[in-house]
């Protein structure tokens, strides 16, 4: 295989791209009790006989209360992320109360009488039926399904049940039948980009996991760009050598693009977190290296970069563990407490999300925080060796139990990586105070600690330990493990191991005992 590619640090960078950061989630608070106030506006609608007129609108009727999903008990088994449907109240105007009076009196049930469209200014010339045509989805929030009751359904049509929340995500409802085919269990997981729900193929009888799309516009962009990446690396892989996800099937439903893949087990920090962050067994760790270095490399190979690997998009083939008696660390007379050790090590790199081709547009930032590599942050360009960086985080992150750098600022980070790595080179140093002079001081030394800085970032930063504190050499598999995880941690792309060379590293050539 030719060489990487090794992009000159002090290349070119778009700055003019912007990165939306996470929502942070609204807590709920106390309201006031609505005063209703009774209010008037003018629209147009259409009569029985098809014309155009002039109708008031009685604002006048409160809507319904709502249950709030934090106090509303589940009997369903899903998370509290499911709502139950909100239905908006009929809007009453002079011609709908006409037939509501004339309904009462002769005792006969009347049909609801559609919502007025929202009034414009009728152009010149223009008839009624090329007005009512372009106020059909009158805002592009009803486009993209979001802050509009009017809702997509199969071959075209419409429903007036919602089926998304106010930020686009779809409702997860029990036994749910989505593209007539697949039939909800129940809700695995919700990101930023949507969420991701367990449901039986009723055609094919078994069960698959299907990502549902938010209904917004740039999701549903990069869903699509997802799509591309999966067919091709099933095309390339179609016996799945490489341990990707594989995608089954995609469509879109009701303004959502849903894409189906295999069912799997947890992602590995869910394996993490609910064994206390207790570190992986060193077999287990050689074990998920190789594996995910592969699927780098085959990524690689293809052109493509991930951008975004981190325990989250690891997923475990199977979750099954046995729990099994270790001393409790430093605590000579403690109890031991219960560690739980994976039965087998398969896993799946998922999430192709935001990975990017080579030869394609490169966004300014790309990685979690925690997997960022300092060339993203100093904004100085990236390419292959930003995923080699992110695998020595997990890697040490595996052999730890925590994350290695838990920071949420560029310049702490930067300082972080300083404890753990040593100093930045002269010439990396050099590019990068070009590209972040605020980062930096004279004599191209970082600019740690700002007089802003807070104690307790102080005391973070102090408090990070070196690579040879994190893996001590306590024995020749521990001294590959070490060097392995120093060539992926360097700070000049240009000079980081690639994955494929990662490969070949002593460290894999080395037989790991059983052990805890």
Same mark, same amino acid.
């Given at each position: 295989?030719?060489?990487?590619?090794?992009?000159?640090?002090?290349?070119?960078?778009?700055?003019?791209?912007?990165?939306?950061?996470?929502?942070?989630?609204?807590?709920?608070?106390?309201?006031?009790?609505?005063?209703?106030?009774?209010?008037?506006?003018?629209?147009?609608?259409?009569?029985?006989?098809?014309?155009?007129?002039?109708?008031?609108?009685?604002?006048?009727?409160?809507?319904?209360?709502?249950?709030?999903?934090?106090?509303?008990?589940?009997?369903?088994?899903?998370?509290?992320?499911?709502?139950?449907?909100?239905?908006?109240?009929?809007?009453?105007?002079?011609?709908?109360?006409?037939?509501?009076?004339?309904?009462?009196?002769?005792?006969?049930?009347?049909?609801?009488?559609?919502?007025?469209?929202?009034?414009?200014?009728?152009?010149?010339?223009?008839?009624?039926?090329?007005?009512?045509?372009?106020?059909?989805?009158?805002?592009?929030?009803?486009?993209?399904?979001?802050?509009?009751?009017?809702?997509?359904?199969?071959?075209?049509?419409?429903?007036?049940?919602?089926?998304?929340?106010?930020?686009?995500?779809?409702?997860?409802?029990?036994?749910?039948?989505?593209?007539?085919?697949?039939?909800?269990?129940?809700?695995? +997981?919700?990101?930023?980009?949507?969420?991701?729900?367990?449901?039986?193929?009723?055609?094919?009888?078994?069960?698959?996991?299907?990502?549902?799309?938010?209904?917004?516009?740039?999701?549903?962009?990069?869903?699509?760009?997802?799509?591309?990446?999966?067919?091709?690396?099933?095309?390339?892989?179609?016996?799945?050598?490489?341990?990707?996800?594989?995608?089954?099937?995609?469509?879109?439903?009701?303004?959502?693009?849903?894409?189906?893949?295999?069912?799997?087990?947890?992602?590995?920090?869910?394996?993490?977190?609910?064994?206390?962050?207790?570190?992986?067994?060193? +077999?287990?760790?050689?074990?998920?290296?190789?594996?995910?270095? +592969?699927?780098?490399?085959?990524?690689?190979?293809?052109?493509?970069?991930?951008?975004?690997?981190?325990?989250?998009?690891?997923?475990?083939?199977?979750?099954?563990?046995?729990?099994?008696?270790?001393?409790?660390?430093?605590?000579?007379?403690?109890?031991?407490?219960?560690?739980?050790?994976?039965?087998?090590?398969?896993?799946?790199?998922?999430?192709?999300?935001?990975?990017?081709?080579?030869?394609?547009?490169?966004?300014?930032?790309?990685?979690?925080?925690?997997?960022?590599?300092?060339?993203?942050?100093?904004?100085?360009?990236?390419?292959?060796?930003?995923?080699?960086?992110?695998? +020595?985080?997990?890697?040490?992150?595996?052999?730890?139990?925590?994350?290695?750098?838990?920071?949420?600022?560029?310049?702490?980070?930067?300082?972080?990586?300083?404890?753990?790595?040593?100093?930045?080179?002269?010439?990396?140093?050099?590019?990068?105070?070009?590209?972040?002079?605020?980062?930096?001081?004279?004599?191209?030394?970082?600019?740690?600690?700002?007089?802003?800085?807070?104690?307790?970032?102080?005391?973070?930063?102090?408090?990070?330990?070196?690579?040879?504190?994190?893996?001590?050499?306590?024995?020749?598999?521990?001294?590959?493990?070490?060097?392995?995880?120093?060539?992926?941690?360097?700070?000049?792309?240009?000079?980081?191991?690639?994955?494929?060379?990662?490969?070949?590293?002593?460290?894999?050539?080395?037989?790991?005992?059983?052990?805890?």
């Amino acid at each position: 295989m030719p060489q990487y590619p090794r992009p000159s640090i002090t290349s070119a960078v778009n700055r003019n791209s912007k990165v939306l950061p996470t929502p942070p989630v609204a807590t709920r608070k106390r309201k006031r009790g609505h005063q209703y106030t009774v209010s008037y506006s003018e629209v147009q609608e259409f009569d029985s006989d098809g014309r155009l007129r002039e109708v008031i609108v009685i604002e006048d009727t409160p809507p319904p209360p709502t249950a709030s999903p934090a106090t509303t008990t589940h009997t369903t088994g899903y998370s509290a992320s499911y709502q139950p449907p909100v239905y908006a109240a009929p809007i009453r105007t002079r011609a709908r109360a006409a037939a509501e009076a004339q309904a009462l009196s002769s005792s006969t049930s009347s049909t609801a009488l559609p919502h007025p469209v929202p009034k414009k200014r009728k152009r010149e010339g223009e008839d009624a039926s090329l007005l009512l045509k372009r106020a059909a989805p009158s805002t592009q929030a009803a486009v993209n399904g979001v802050g509009s009751n009017l809702q997509w359904a199969p071959g075209g049509a419409t429903t007036t049940e919602p089926c998304d929340d106010k930020e686009g995500h779809y409702i997860i409802k029990p036994d749910d039948i989505i593209h007539a085919r697949y039939r909800t269990i129940r809700l695995l +997981g919700q990101g930023t980009f949507g969420k991701v729900v367990e449901a039986v193929d009723m055609q094919e009888g078994r069960r698959v996991a299907i990502k549902i799309i938010r209904a917004i516009q740039k999701y549903r962009d990069a869903s699509k760009i997802e799509v591309r990446v999966l067919n091709r690396l099933k095309e390339r892989d179609p016996m799945n050598r490489h341990n990707c996800i594989h995608l089954l099937d995609w469509f879109d439903h009701r303004n959502h693009i849903c894409l189906v893949s295999e069912l799997l087990g947890m992602c590995v920090y869910d394996f993490l977190k609910e064994n206390e962050f207790a570190p992986f067994p060193r +077999g287990h760790i050689q074990s998920f290296a190789r594996q995910l270095l +592969g699927s780098v490399a085959f990524l690689h190979d293809l052109h493509l970069i991930h951008t975004d690997l981190k325990p989250e998009n690891i997923l475990l083939v199977h979750n099954d563990s046995k729990a099994i008696a270790v001393p409790t660390p430093g605590k000579r007379n403690s109890p031991p407490r219960m560690k739980r050790i994976l039965e087998r090590t398969d896993i799946r790199l998922i999430d192709f999300g935001s990975a990017t081709f080579q030869e394609e547009y490169h966004s300014t930032v790309v990685s979690t925080r925690h997997y960022r590599a300092p060339e993203i942050i100093l904004g100085l360009g990236w390419s292959y060796p930003c995923d080699a960086f992110s695998l +020595g985080c997990i890697l040490v992150e595996f052999y730890t139990g925590i994350a290695l750098f838990q920071t949420h600022d560029n310049l702490e980070h930067l300082a972080m990586m300083e404890m753990v790595m040593g100093k930045m080179p002269e010439r990396f140093a050099r590019a990068g105070a070009r590209s972040k002079p605020e980062y930096f001081k004279e004599g191209n030394k970082l600019d740690w600690p700002k007089p802003k800085a807070t104690k307790q970032s102080k005391k973070e930063v102090r408090a990070t330990r070196s690579l040879q504190e994190i893996i001590p050499q306590t024995d020749i598999i521990n001294r590959h493990f070490l060097d392995l995880v120093r060539k992926l941690l360097i700070f000049d792309p240009a000079q980081r191991i690639t994955v494929r060379e990662a490969l070949q590293h002593p460290y894999f050539s080395q037989s790991i005992p059983l052990e805890l």
